[in-house]
């Protein structure tokens, strides 16, 4: 089956570094690549979507300049929380569309990373 | 509009008793749905889908759900429960025909004793 990763899993930092997260298909091509933001114990909240080669679409409420989601290529998205603090300690999750012409909506999630920013 | 409902936020049950997870959607058309399954500190496992063809779907681990339009249901089932079930399950539903977007539900959490 189709494997999305996500590295890092865990990332611990200073509050006010930088912290891109790398969402990578091993095995297929990914036209569209989905970020989420977990909170404990509750749902996924979709923060943004990526596009290969344009620019991201951001939900309300998501902050662009904090949140920087790059989709240089087929298989590559990188989510950069920008001057991490305290409150965007989180569990991010990518999930990425199978470039496929059947397209029933399936994707295919990393496994997800953990910032805890101290 | 799209909307998802997980009617039971947790489910106890013992382990060898079956299992249901119920899920309630709401659409304006055919939709897609999906079950995921979440284990702690992990990321997001399909379980099985439903895209328009035979309506009761078997998927991984013995589970399965049946798609009932008339009730707008896609409850989610299993024989009998294993302790490796214990887990967060998400019922998903496509946002639109195009399946750009999904709609999680918010969430039932399986647990199974012994």
């Known amino acids: 089956g189709a494997v999305v990763s996500q590295h890092p899993s865990w990332v611990i930092c200073k509050s006010g570094t930088s912290v891109k997260i790398e969402c990578r298909s091993l095995d297929f091509q990914a036209t569209t690549m989905f970020w989420y933001r977990q909170f404990p114990k509750q749902s996924l909240m979709l923060m943004a979507t990526s596009n290969e080669g344009s620019k991201a679409t951001y939900e309300q409420g998501v902050e662009k300049d904090k949140f920087l989601i790059n989709h240089a290529s087929l298989t590559l998205s990188t989510l950069t929380v920008t001057s991490a603090h305290p409150e965007d300690s989180s569990f991010y999750i990518c999930?990425?569309?199978?470039?496929?012409?059947?397209?029933?909506?399936?994707?295919?999630f990393g496994e997800g990373s953990r910032l805890t920013v101290l | 509009a799209q909307s998802v409902t997980q009617l039971d936020s947790h489910v106890s049950v013992s382990e060898g008793t079956p299992v249901l997870l119920r899920c309630n959607y709401s659409s304006s058309y055919s939709p897609s749905l999906f079950w995921y399954v979440q284990h702690p500190n992990k990321g997001l496992q399909l379980l099985l889908k439903y895209t328009s063809a035979a309506t009761l779907v078997k998927g991984i681990n013995g589970f399965e759900a049946e798609f009932k339009k008339s009730e707008t249901s896609f409850h989610l089932t299993k024989p009998s429960a294993h302790m490796s079930d214990a887990a967060e399950y998400f019922c998903v539903v496509t946002l639109n025909q195009a399946g750009t977007a999904l709609i999680f539900g918010k969430g039932t959490t399986l647990s199974v004793s012994s």
């Open positions: 999930s990425a569309r199978l470039r496929t012409a059947a397209n029933t909506g399936e994707l295919f």
